[in-house]
């Protein structure tokens, strides 16, 4: 137990090394580009997903299966964000490809999904669905 | 400018424009789906009472639907689609809300009333006025969720009777609008929509005390009433059954039962469920052809409760 935790630790620690020269070399217009840019892509790629979805909306008896169905296109929409971000920043910025983006990039999108994970569920249990 | 497109990608584009254009795109079209049904031990409190385990059956009722909605319901058969009235359309999404909370509001005052008047247990209320829930025209003068309390000089109570103003030209109406008194006037045209009215109570005081919670929620509308009267008198005269006991239709201040919408639609909701399903008398023949005996016509309220307590009593 002692070694899983302590592993945890270290990768925690790796990330957070990876992230603070990530934004000490990162300029502020090229992230903001690249947000953008990632969101834009990431709306666009489930844009017709969740179209279909909210038109399901009316069927009342699919709520549940609909309720799963926007939780996955939440956690799909952090992964093609994150997958858009990783293209984007090379090609706004080239010498950023030195940092092992690979590994910090999976633990953030990791991160945030469970964070989605945790907040969908709870605006769900206080709606009662 | 271009350059960056071949013909893949055009295809692409296209394909994707059109089917955005497809789950977007409004029909002129409303469709009523089956829906859910709705307990009254969550809509009703009575103090010191438990409220009985009957349930009202709500429908979904949406417009406009998309051109994809349209599709899957007419592939699927499991709707009535229909192009709404000239009534329905001149609301706003906002205005249809309301008018549905206004229906239920009074629904609910009138259930209680009926029920205790049945039960032989004291209530007091006050007549607020009729709530306006539909537009003469676009103009606005009448609003939704304004209370008349006269027209043309005549007082409104339960007993008006309306077709004395049908020829009138000119309508001037008393109204309270957020708290204000106002009045009026209206010149009849051929172009006017019908009015709906409904008649708005306040309890004044009731013992048992009596609370709503259900006005809360956001499920509106008046086909509640009949089995929220029934709810509330079965809990007040304390008689429970073990049964799963469904139903619809309005309640009208002498216990008679009222016409809905999507009886249909209702009966999908809750077959597989249900022990009984009490409906509108004279809407039965909508539901004559699926041959179900469970499904029980009644006229009045007190055939509710005299089926009850002989079968299951």
């Known amino acids: ?129 | 400018m271009f350059k960056f497109l071949n013909i893949k990608k055009i295809i692409f584009i296209i394909f994707y424009s059109v089917t955005i254009i497809f789950l977007v795109f409004p029909t002129q079209y409303q469709v009523i789906l089956p829906g859910n049904i709705t307990s009254f031990d969550e809509q009703i409190s009575i103090t010191d009472h438990e409220i009985s385990r009957i349930s009202s059956i709500y429908v979904i009722s949406y417009e406009p639907i998309t051109l994809f909605q349209y599709t899957i319901i007419q592939t699927f058969q499991n709707g009535q689609l229909f192009i709404p009235d000239a009534s329905t359309q001149a609301m706003t999404m906002r205005e249809k809300y309301d008018a549905a909370q206004l229906q239920k509001l009074s629904s609910y005052m009138m259930s209680a009333i009926v029920a205790y008047t049945k039960a032989e247990k004291d209530i007091t209320y006050k007549f607020e006025g009729f709530a306006v829930t539909s537009l003469f025209d676009q103009e606005r003068h009448i609003q939704i969720g304004d209370y008349i309390t006269s027209i043309n000089d005549i007082l409104l109570n339960i007993e008006t009777d309306f077709t004395q103003f049908r020829n009138a030209p000119i309508l001037e109406f008393e109204l309270i609008r957020n708290n204000e008194r106002l009045e009026v006037t209206h010149e009849r045209s051929e172009s006017d929509l019908p009015l709906s009215l409904y008649p708005i109570y306040t309890i004044t005081q009731s013992d048992p005390e009596i609370s709503f919670p259900g006005l809360d929620s956001l499920i509106g509308g008046p086909s509640g009433g009949m089995m929220m009267t029934l709810s509330i008198y079965l809990s007040l005269v304390k008689t429970s059954y073990d049964l799963n006991i469904v139903g619809t239709g309005t309640i009208q201040f002498d216990g008679s039962i009222g016409r809905i919408g999507g009886l249909n639609e209702k009966y999908e909701t809750v077959k597989d469920t249900m022990d009984i399903m009490f409906v509108p008398l004279e809407q039965y023949e909508l539901l004559e052809d699926i041959n179900d005996d469970r499904i029980l016509p009644i006229e009045h309220i007190n055939d509710a409760i005299l089926y009850l307590s002989e079968y299951y009593g």
């Open chain 1, 1 to 129: 137990m002692a070694k899983i935790i302590n592993k945890w630790i270290q990768g925690l620690n790796r990330y957070m090394k990876l992230q603070k020269q990530f934004s000490h070399e990162i300029a502020s217009l090229v992230m903001l580009k690249t947000v953008v840019i990632s969101i834009v892509v990431a709306i666009l790629v489930l844009l017709i997903p969740v179209l279909i979805g909210i038109n399901f909306i009316i069927f009342v008896h699919l709520r549940y299966y609909l309720l799963l169905y926007f939780m996955l296109l939440g956690l799909i929409f952090i992964e093609v964000y994150y997958l858009q971000f990783k293209k984007w920043i090379v090609v706004f910025d080239e010498k950023i490809q030195k940092l092992n983006l690979k590994y910090m990039f999976l633990v953030e999108r990791r991160i945030i999904q469970f964070i989605f994970f945790i907040f969908f569920g709870l605006i769900i249990l206080q709606l009662g669905v």
